[in-house]
């Protein structure tokens, strides 16, 4: 399979989650092929309107109860937030108002102030992701051992080992079990590898990729060195973004979407290469 896509701005487009503790087997749709209840699977799905549900599970079998997270990436002057609870009935699950979620209201329980790690270990989707996601969710285990979580899938199983970090919902991609230790003493130092970041949730593609092009450019690692002040997006393929730097600084970042001219497997059981979506850096400006 070719790995040379590049990474940037192929994070799904996220702002509310909901994460379920489920053990065992998951099957290719793993909410509903699984061990879950049937019912409040079904409930849920009709409910979860801007909202993603997923399946976690833990290396770690002997912890006590099932648990369950609800978060939010922030954006739109919401502050990224992260909450645990017990999870004592799956029906209980239903009383969660979802479309609050959604909004940026969480559920009361256990606030928590430090990441979670979730790694994409999803081979009945995607067979690429119990190849790399094993071995990088084992690394993980080593690294944070209570907040190290397998999950279900996350998007982009061509870039497996694929890992989201929560609550801000920062994807990273291609990463290997030796890259566990630095990305975490970085990321929990507040500042991202860039090498694997896929891109942050709560931006649209075209505001990834403008973000990525200034980061780079820019040497800008920090986690919250970037404020999106303007997204002006003046065809489907086009944008100018502006940015709030360090320094109070304003940058102005140009960027437009095309067709891959390469051919690339888009997922790793796909049959025939696609096209997928290039990015390129059209300019970028200070003020």
């Not at 648990?67 to 909450?83: C, K, P, Q, Y």
């Not at 992701?129 to 209570?146: F, H, I, K, T, W």
């Not at 190290?148 to 079990?177: C, T």
């Amino acid at each position: 399979m070719a790995r040379h896509e590049p990474l940037h701005a192929t994070a799904s487009l996220v702002s509310a989650w909901l994460l379920i503790e489920q053990p065992g087997a998951w099957g290719p749709d793993a909410l509903t092929e699984s061990g879950f209840p049937a019912g409040v699977a079904a409930e849920l799905q009709r409910r979860a309107s801007g909202v993603r549900i997923l399946l976690i599970r833990h290396r770690e079998t002997s912890r006590g109860g099932p648990t369950f997270f609800i978060a939010h990436s922030g954006g739109d002057g919401l502050a990224a937030s992260l909450v645990s609870a017990p999870l004592t009935d799956p029906e209980a699950l239903l009383e969660l108002d979802l479309q609050s979620l959604a909004a940026g209201e969480l559920w009361p329980g256990n606030r928590r102030d430090d990441p979670i790690y979730l790694v994409c270990t999803h081979g009945r989707h995607d067979i690429c992701c119990a190849d790399r996601g094993r071995p990088l969710y084992r690394a993980m285990s080593e690294v944070r051992p209570e907040r190290a979580w397998e999950v279900s899938h996350i998007g982009g199983d061509r870039f497996a080992g694929n890992l989201l970090v929560l609550p801000r919902g920062d994807y990273f991609g291609r990463l290997e079990p030796e890259d566990a230790g630095h990305l975490v003493a970085d990321y929990e130092e507040g500042r991202l590898d860039l090498a694997h970041h896929r891109g942050r949730s709560i931006r649209p593609r075209l505001v990834q990729a403008a973000e990525h092009f200034l980061r780079v450019s820019e040497s800008l690692t920090g986690l919250d060195d970037l404020t999106v002040v303007e997204y002006r997006r003046s065809s489907h393929g086009h944008a100018e973004v502006v940015f709030s730097g360090p320094g109070e600084i304003v940058y102005r970042v140009e960027v437009a979407a095309r067709e891959s001219p390469t051919a690339e497997y888009l997922t790793c059981r796909a049959q025939e290469p696609g096209h997928g979506v290039a990015y390129d850096l059209l300019s970028l400006t200070q003020d």
